[in-house]
């Protein structure tokens, strides 16, 4: 059977169910493999709080026979797809008279550049470089870009000396006064990525679906058995290997939604329907979701904050009772950065995980994080200082072939983060002369 041609914007139909594919070979135009040169070009920006131990973070050599300290050793799989970045500068972040507010102005500068203005009601920022480049590529998907997180948004209220809450809890800005809300729950994000639209048919169908414990794969199998015939063996394989990570992710969703019980039936604790009490199944989720909207050309541009900046959530679980925005502040105290550590271990650890999912996905010659840029760090660099010079920056993937990778880069003191992001903007062909307060394209990575 010679398999045929099949549309890129191919989705498998089911009642209420709308499930997007991967890049399949029958997708391309020809059989020599041109997946290379049909895979977009995606951008993930990942964002962690309080900053980092940074002797544990910054390796000791440059070029390409760098160590991966401490912290980084969770990337030790990955190390041929990174890049280490030293010495970027986020200048919006100072205080420049402003005074108190480090954590707020981190979380709102590090994508936008800009300094916000200190006020709880007149909140004034910049335009973020995931919705610039969304300007340029988002109209060729579903959703022009996702906003992710652990821990929900606020758009008003004060925090942080006097600033607006809008800054520390949104990493996304639309424009310099309307930042864009994160999604928390797991569930919902599958449901806009899996579910066919908004209507009164989708919303029984989904009920029915979550009482009766049906995937949506089960709305849609007449279709995927069809789609199954008409590809070829590479294909099939690719396929069946896509669904089966659906019907995963969709089967851990139903999991973490059961309530623990205790021996009178009563459940021991109340929690928001969706989001999983642990930590890690929460961040893994809400990863798994990020991969699968990149795999299914859903969106190419995401961004995830693994917690509000300033966020003082405790980990037990690490054996870090204490808040992490009060074990930042570890003024030397030994055993505070041993938990610090271990903290950023732990996110340094979901980082991993998505880039293995990435990595284990792919497409034609290469895999999805071979297609992706994917930048993880914080708006702060030592938690005790606050500062926001030398930032613990990384960048992950290769852009399509656009970045040499596997270095680790140390600029000139006080570089600015926005040369990266002026470098990204080109690569998505998005004309700028400037972001923020770039000064140059950044050099070095490709």
């Given at each position: 059977m010679i398999p045929r041609r099949i549309d890129r914007r191919t989705v498998l139909r089911g009642v209420g169910t709308c499930v997007a594919l991967p890049l399949l070979d029958a997708m391309l135009p020809n059989v020599v493999r041109a997946a290379d040169q049909q895979a977009p070009l995606r951008a993930a920006f990942l964002y962690v709080p309080n900053g980092k131990h940074m002797p544990d973070w910054t390796p000791q050599k440059t070029g390409r026979k760098f160590d991966l300290p401490a912290t980084l050793q969770p990337l030790t799989a990955h190390r041929e797809s990174l890049c280490v970045l030293s010495n970027l500068t986020l200048d919006g972040a100072a205080a420049h008279g402003d005074g108190p507010g480090d954590h707020a102005r981190s979380a709102a500068a590090f994508l936008t550049g800009a300094h916000p203005r200190k006020s709880v009601d007149d909140i004034q920022n910049g335009i973020s470089i995931d919705?610039?480049?969304?300007?340029?590529?988002?109209?060729?998907?579903?959703?022009?870009?996702?906003?992710?997180g652990l821990e929900g948004s606020s758009q008003a209220g004060s925090c942080d000396n006097g600033y607006s809450c809008a800054y520390p809890s949104n990493l996304a800005w639309r424009n310099a006064t309307s930042p864009l809300a994160k999604e928390i729950d797991p569930t919902a994000i599958f449901d806009r990525l899996f579910a066919s639209g908004e209507s009164e048919t989708d919303k029984k169908t989904s009920s029915l679906r979550k009482s009766r414990r049906k995937s949506v794969l089960d709305f849609a199998l007449?279709?995927?058995?069809?789609?199954?015939?008409?590809?070829?063996?590479?294909?099939?394989?690719?396929?069946?290997?896509?669904?089966?990570?659906?019907?995963?992710?969709?089967g851990r969703l139903v999991r973490s939604e059961r309530l623990e019980v205790g021996k009178d039936g009563v459940p021991n604790y109340a929690r928001p329907s969706g989001v999983p009490r642990e930590l890690s199944?929460?961040?893994?989720?809400?990863?798994?979701?990020?991969?699968?909207?990149?795999?299914?050309?859903?969106?190419?541009?995401?961004?995830?904050?693994?917690?509000?900046?300033?966020?003082?959530?405790?980990?037990?679980?690490?054996?870090?009772?204490?808040?992490?925005?009060?074990?930042?502040?570890?003024?030397k105290s030994a055993e505070k950065q041993a938990k610090i550590a271990r903290i950023n271990h732990f996110y340094v650890s979901q980082l991993a995980y998505f880039l293995d999912s990435l990595s284990s996905i792919r497409e034609g010659?290469?895999?999805?994080?071979?297609?992706?840029?994917?930048?993880?760090?914080?708006?702060?660099?030592?938690?005790?200082?606050?500062?926001?010079?030398?930032?613990?920056?990384?960048?992950?993937?290769?852009?399509?072939?656009?970045?040499?990778?596997?270095?680790?880069?140390?600029?000139e003191p006080k570089t600015p983060l926005c040369n990266l992001y002026l470098w990204m903007l080109h690569h998505f062909d998005a004309a700028a002369d400037s972001f923020g307060d770039s000064n140059a394209v950044l050099e070095g990575l490709t």
């Amino acid at each position: 059977m010679i398999p045929r041609r099949i549309d890129r914007r191919t989705v498998l139909r089911g009642v209420g169910t709308c499930v997007a594919l991967p890049l399949l070979d029958a997708m391309l135009p020809n059989v020599v493999r041109a997946a290379d040169q049909q895979a977009p070009l995606r951008a993930a920006f990942l964002y962690v709080p309080n900053g980092k131990h940074m002797p544990d973070w910054t390796p000791q050599k440059t070029g390409r026979k760098f160590d991966l300290p401490a912290t980084l050793q969770p990337l030790t799989a990955h190390r041929e797809s990174l890049c280490v970045l030293s010495n970027l500068t986020l200048d919006g972040a100072a205080a420049h008279g402003d005074g108190p507010g480090d954590h707020a102005r981190s979380a709102a500068a590090f994508l936008t550049g800009a300094h916000p203005r200190k006020s709880v009601d007149d909140i004034q920022n910049g335009i973020s470089i995931d919705q610039a480049i969304a300007q340029s590529v988002g109209s060729e998907t579903r959703f022009p870009s996702l906003e992710l997180g652990l821990e929900g948004s606020s758009q008003a209220g004060s925090c942080d000396n006097g600033y607006s809450c809008a800054y520390p809890s949104n990493l996304a800005w639309r424009n310099a006064t309307s930042p864009l809300a994160k999604e928390i729950d797991p569930t919902a994000i599958f449901d806009r990525l899996f579910a066919s639209g908004e209507s009164e048919t989708d919303k029984k169908t989904s009920s029915l679906r979550k009482s009766r414990r049906k995937s949506v794969l089960d709305f849609a199998l007449d279709d995927a058995r069809k789609l199954h015939q008409q590809v070829g063996a590479a294909d099939r394989r690719k396929l069946d290997e896509y669904l089966y990570a659906v019907r995963e992710v969709e089967g851990r969703l139903v999991r973490s939604e059961r309530l623990e019980v205790g021996k009178d039936g009563v459940p021991n604790y109340a929690r928001p329907s969706g989001v999983p009490r642990e930590l890690s199944e929460h961040c893994k989720l809400m990863l798994d979701m990020m991969a699968l909207s990149f795999q299914t050309d859903s969106t190419r541009i995401a961004t995830m904050m693994f917690a509000n900046e300033g966020s003082n959530r405790s980990h037990p679980e690490l054996d870090a009772p204490e808040g992490h925005h009060e074990l930042s502040h570890h003024g030397k105290s030994a055993e505070k950065q041993a938990k610090i550590a271990r903290i950023n271990h732990f996110y340094v650890s979901q980082l991993a995980y998505f880039l293995d999912s990435l990595s284990s996905i792919r497409e034609g010659e290469r895999t999805l994080l071979d297609n992706c840029l994917v930048l993880y760090g914080s708006g702060i660099s030592d938690g005790d200082r606050h500062n926001h010079d030398d930032l613990p920056i990384l960048l992950a993937g290769q852009g399509g072939k656009r970045v040499k990778s596997g270095q680790h880069l140390m600029y000139e003191p006080k570089t600015p983060l926005c040369n990266l992001y002026l470098w990204m903007l080109h690569h998505f062909d998005a004309a700028a002369d400037s972001f923020g307060d770039s000064n140059a394209v950044l050099e070095g990575l490709t």
